[in-house]
Structure formats: structure tokens, C-alpha cells
């Protein structure tokens, strides 16, 4: 028996696109031989649709073109879609996060998931009622356990700790399953192929039968899915995978489970590339702009920025700006137009001097008798901000903020200013990994696409003379590493500090995150690409007093 995993990247609400998306697929796997396809979680109405499903329309359109989309679907493969699905009950949660069997035209037999997670970035008890009880599809002389996402991320033996008291995948096995199929939406972040491959290989071994994975692709929101749908045999083997980062039509031959190779080991880098690039691209296509704007600064951040830009959406539809002040240096307005012409980007200068006289002309008799602080330094930022986003007006073109996130963790960034914007490209790359992005990029395209001097001088905002990051800031090597133990491990202060760390500047950078919260409420949806990020899933309150 063949299967195919129909790995797509559907746009969240837009049905009648999503529902072509998978008559496209079930072709391929016509063509290819499958008696059963899959699509991934959700995939009709596409994942996360959110409060979408507080509609009642939205749902009951989901299931007019769900009908529509079986009757095209005729004479090809039995295919598996995922939807919403109305609970008729007058108790629980309203609906059923579900998998409908479409088979000869019709509607047939439904799946509905039992795990609804809600930690980190899901939210699914919101909306979804979890089902109880083992669900056999019975197929071409085959009995398929189906499960839906989560529900495979609950071994005993896997976890150390399990989240649910209730192994749907135990269950199924019990009930005689020969397989094991899964339909995921499973959001990226850096190496978790790898957990995932090992979850999902060690689970086939241990219940003795094939595990297939059909995962989502592309970006949707902050969220990016890096699909690698795969198979495992019953002996835990790999014996198919799907691409990365890219749309496929996977074939798992049950009668013939041959080995394959392990999955690359890929870097971190690499991966984190093409997950921004990925995301950066279906950001903008999904919500209607056709071409981008960015400040140059000459720094390694806008850099980045820009360079992933010009792959995503294309050179010629990146404008560039280089909003020189009478404190950037002659060598930071340079790295900005040498990074352009390696991109072949568009630019435009325009310099801020003038808007700053004005804004002090203004403000000067509200300062009468103050210092020049970091009041003067944000004017600048909101100065440029207002330019971007007159641009970005004019052109009707998003723009994109190019903070990282170091500086978004600690707020080493100006709320209007350097943090206007539609899409905070880089926002959950912390700061060293942006220059190991960096220098990847250029490593990997055998030349300099970003200026070798952009990497190796003092990283600066350049507000005032002779200004560097770390007049303000611990050495972002330091930084870093704090905030990954605080951020993404939640360690409290006293953990970091009995790690080795100074306890006056763990004290200082926790206190720094704590009061940037309030910034942080107002950034533009950022990417998320590691275990934990300032979007989604970051519920901090703003006005709290907490000892970390």
C-alpha cells in the first residue's frame, strides 16, 4: 500500500486557495501510485487559524468547500484532510480539531485529535474539545491508527516528564493498528527536526509498527513550519522524508519499508537562513505586498535583514535607506552602500540632520535647562522610523524592522523609531547568532556579500560620538548566553549566577528584561525560530513588581 504525505503551505482562512493546494497534491500522489494521501493538521482552514474558529461561518464554509473539494477529489486517492469540525454536543469545548476521510466524492469517517497542547504558542483548549478512544481507518486490507499532532508527543518512555495522562499512540497500538499516521503542524524551531526524528523513530520501534509524519510547510505569521514530513519502519528505521522548507509530495510504499539514510545533520545557521527566508517570503506574499523597505545603517542587523529581503522576495523589490546623522561614521555609510550593490538592492539616502535642528528648534524651549540625554538619542530613531514609514506609505511597500533579539530582550531599542515596521525579520535571532548567520552567508556564497569590515567593527547605533553597544551593554557573547538561560530555560537569577556568571550583571540584564516588556507588547510579529520567542508565546504581564 502506498501513501502519500502531501507536505503543502496553505494560507490560514483562505479555504478555496487551501483546497487547491491539496487537489494539486492528491494529483501528484494519483500519478504516483497512493491509495491514501494525508494532508497536515488543520490544513483546510491552515494552521494557526486562532479566533477564526470563534466563527461559526468560518467554520461551516470550512465544510461547503470541504464537500466541494471531495468531489473534485473523485477518482483519485482516498485523501485524509484536516479541518475544524463542530462538537454537536451541549457540553465541552465547541469543536473538534478533526480529520475527515474523502473518499469516492463523499464525506466520509472522522478523526478527531485527543492532545490539545497549550503551552509555548498554542492556545487549542480555547477552542477544541479533546476526543477519547482509539480511530482505526480501515483501508486496502490495512487497519491505520490516525492521530493528529500532539498526540504523538507523549511517550512514557520518551519524555521525562509527560504533559498528558493519555497515550492516544498506546492506544492505538493496543487496538491493532499496523501503522501509525500523524497529521501535524508542527512549528519550527533551530535542530528540532532532529528531537523530532528520534521521538518519532524510537516510537515506531516501540510499538513495532510504521510511523508516518506529514508535517506543514511555509510561514504563517510569526510561526514557521519547516515540513521534513517523514516515515519510519517498524523497526524505527527512516524510509522516507519530505524536504525541508519546501512543499512536496512524499511516497511511504508500506510493503516495501527500505532503510534510508539519516537526515543530514544541518547547521544551525544554515537552517535558521532558510527558515527567515522562508518566512520572510510567505510573510509578505500572505498579506498582499509585493515589495519591502529597510534602513541601512551599515550594521551587521540590517544587513542580515536585507540580505534575506533579496532572496525572499526578490532584489529588485528591496528598497534600501541610508539615513545618515552628523554622528555615523564615514565607514558605517559605506558597509550600507557596499551591502546594497553585493545585493544589487535599491537605495535612497536621506540625510537627518535637518529634521534633527527642526525637532530640536522645537523642543527647545520644553528642554530649556535639561541635559542632552537619551531623549535626543530616540529622537533620531523616531526620525528615521517616520521616514521608513513614509516610505513604506508611498510605496506601499512593508517595511521591515531589523532588531535582534538581544536588543528586543533588554530594550537596547526605540519604540516608533528602529522598531516601526510590519514583520521584525530577525527578531528572535539573538545577537551572536546573527553574526554567525553572517558569516555563514558569505561562506557559503564564496564571497562578501556583507562587508567583512561590517563583521569585525564594534557593533554601534551611533546616536552620539564614538558610541558602541557596549557602553550600555554586557559583551553580547555574555548577553547572550544570560538570556538564553533566563529566556528560553527560565532560570531565575540565582540558577545564572551559580552557573559562573557575574551576579551584578545577571541582576542588571534580568531587571533590563523585566522593564522592556511594555517594548516588547508593541514589536511587530517577529519569526520564530528558537524554543522560545517574544511573539506567540511569550505571556509576561507588563505592569508587575517581580524578584527574578
Same mark, same amino acid.
Given at each position: 500500500m502506498k501513501i502519500a504525505l502531501l507536505q503543502i503551505n496553505p494560507t490560514v482562512g483562505d479555504l478555496t486557495g487551501n483546497a487547491q493546494l491539496i487537489a494539486d497534491a492528491a494529483a501528484s500522489a494519483k500519478r504516483a501510485g497512493a491509495e491514501l494521501a494525508v494532508t497536515p493538521e488543520l490544513a483546510l482552514a491552515g494552521y494557526l487559524p486562532r479566533d477564526l474558529l470563534l466563527s461559526r461561518g468560518f467554520v461551516d464554509r470550512c465544510w461547503d468547500v470541504a464537500a466541494t473539494l471531495a468531489k473534485?477529489?473523485?477518482?483519485?486517492?482516498?485523501?485524509?484532510?484536516?479541518?475544524? =469540525?463542530? @462538537?454537536? *454536543?451541549?457540553?465541552?469545548?465547541?469543536?473538534?480539531? #478533526? &480529520?475527515?476521510? /474523502?473518499? !469516492?466524492? $463523499?464525506?466520509?469517517q472522522r478523526f478527531r485529535k485527543s492532545l490539545l497542547p497549550t503551552y509555548d504558542v498554542f492556545d487549542e483548549d480555547r477552542y477544541f474539545e479533546p476526543f477519547r478512544g482509539p480511530e482505526m481507518l480501515e483501508i486496502c486490507g490495512r487497519r491505520l491508527g490516525i492521530s493528529i499532532c500532539e498526540d504523538v508527543w507523549n511517550d512514557r518512555d520518551f519524555w521525562k516528564r509527560r504533559r498528558y495522562h493519555f497515550d492516544p499512540i498506546? =492506544?492505538? &497500538?493496543?487496538a491493532g493498528a499496523q501503522a501509525i499516521v500523524n497529521l501535524s503542524a508542527s512549528p519550527f524551531a533551530a535542530g528540532k527536526y532532529r528531537l523530532r526524528d528520534e521521538m518519532l523513530g524510537n516510537l515506531a520501534a516501540k510499538h513495532r509498527v510504521p510511523v508516518l509524519y506529514v508535517n506543514q510547510v511555509g510561514g504563517n505569521d510569526d510561526l514557521l513550519f519547516d515540513g521534513n514530513s517523514c516515515a519510519f519502519s517498524s523497526s524505527g528505521e527512516p524510509i522516507a522524508r519530505g524536504r525541508a522548507f519546501a512543499s512536496d509530495v512524499v511516497i511511504v510504499d508500506l510493503d516495501k519499508q527500505q532503510p534510508m539514510a539519516a537526515a543530514n545533520n544541518v547547521l544551525a545557521e544554515a537552517e535558521i537562513w532558510d527558515a527567515l527566508v522562508l518566512g520572510t517570503r510567505d510573510y509578505v506574499r500572505k498579506c498582499g505586498f509585493k515589495s519591502v523597505v529597510l534602513g541601512l545603517s551599515g550594521g551587521v542587523d540590517s544587513a542580515l535583514t536585507a540580505a534575506i529581503a533579496a532572496d525572499a522576495v526578490g532584489k529588485d523589490k528591496v528598497l534600501g535607506v541610508l539615513m545618515p546623522s552628523p554622528f555615523s561614521s564615514k565607514g558605517s555609510v559605506d558597509d550600507a552602500l557596499e551591502l546594497a550593490k553585493q545585493l544589487g538592492i535599491e537605495t535612497q539616502t536621506l540625510p537627518i540632520e535637518p529634521a534633527m535642528k527642526a525637532m530640536e528648534s522645537t523642543l527647545a524651549p520644553a528642554f530649556s535647562g535639561t541635559a542632552r540625554d537619551v531623549t535626543e538619542e530616540n529622537i533620531q530613531a523616531r526620525i528615521r522610523g517616520n521616514l521608513l514609514m513614509a516610505l513604506s506609505n508611498k510605496r506601499g511597500a512593508?517595511?521591515? $524592522? $531589523?532588531? @535582534? %533579539?538581544?536588543?528586543?530582550?533588554?530594550? +537596547?531599542? $526605540?519604540? +516608533?523609531?528602529? /522598531? *516601526?515596521?510590519g514583520l521584525a525579520v530577525i527578531a528572535d535571532v539573538p545577537k551572536t547568532m546573527v553574526y554567525r548567520v553572517a558569516q555563514w552567508l558569505n561562506t557559503s556564497r564564496g564571497r562578501a556579500v556583507i562587508p567583512e !569590515?561590517?563583521? #569585525? %567593527? &564594534?557593533? !554601534? &547605533?551611533?546616536?552620539?560620538?564614538?558610541?558602541?553597544?557596549?557602553?550600555?551593554?554586557?559583551? +553580547?557573547?555574555?548577553l547572550d548566553a544570560i538570556l538564553e538561560r533566563h529566556v528560553e530555560h527560565h532560570e531565575p537569577a540565582d540558577a545564572i549566577v551559580a552557573a559562573g556568571f557575574d551576579a551584578a550583571t545577571v541582576h542588571r540584564v534580568l531587571g533590563l528584561v523585566r522593564r522592556a516588556e511594555f517594548k516588547r507588547k508593541q514589536a511587530a510579529p517577529g519569526l520564530k525560530v528558537t524554543d522560545r520567542a517574544f511573539g506567540t508565546g511569550w505571556r509576561m504581564p507588563i505592569a508587575a513588581r517581580v524578584d527574578l
Open positions: 473534485t477529489l473523485a477518482g483519485g486517492p482516498a485523501v485524509l484532510v484536516g479541518l475544524p =469540525e463542530p @462538537n454537536p *454536543s451541549d457540553e465541552g469545548r465547541p469543536l473538534f480539531n #478533526t &480529520a475527515v476521510l /474523502m473518499q !469516492s466524492g $463523499t464525506l466520509g498506546q =492506544e492505538l &497500538a493496543k512593508l517595511l521591515l $524592522t $531589523t532588531g @535582534n %533579539k538581544s536588543e528586543l530582550a533588554v530594550g +537596547y531599542c $526605540t519604540l +516608533y523609531g528602529d /522598531m *516601526s515596521g !569590515s561590517t563583521l #569585525t %567593527k &564594534a557593533p !554601534s &547605533a551611533e546616536l552620539r560620538p564614538n558610541q558602541t553597544d557596549q557602553d550600555s551593554l554586557p559583551p +553580547y557573547d555574555v
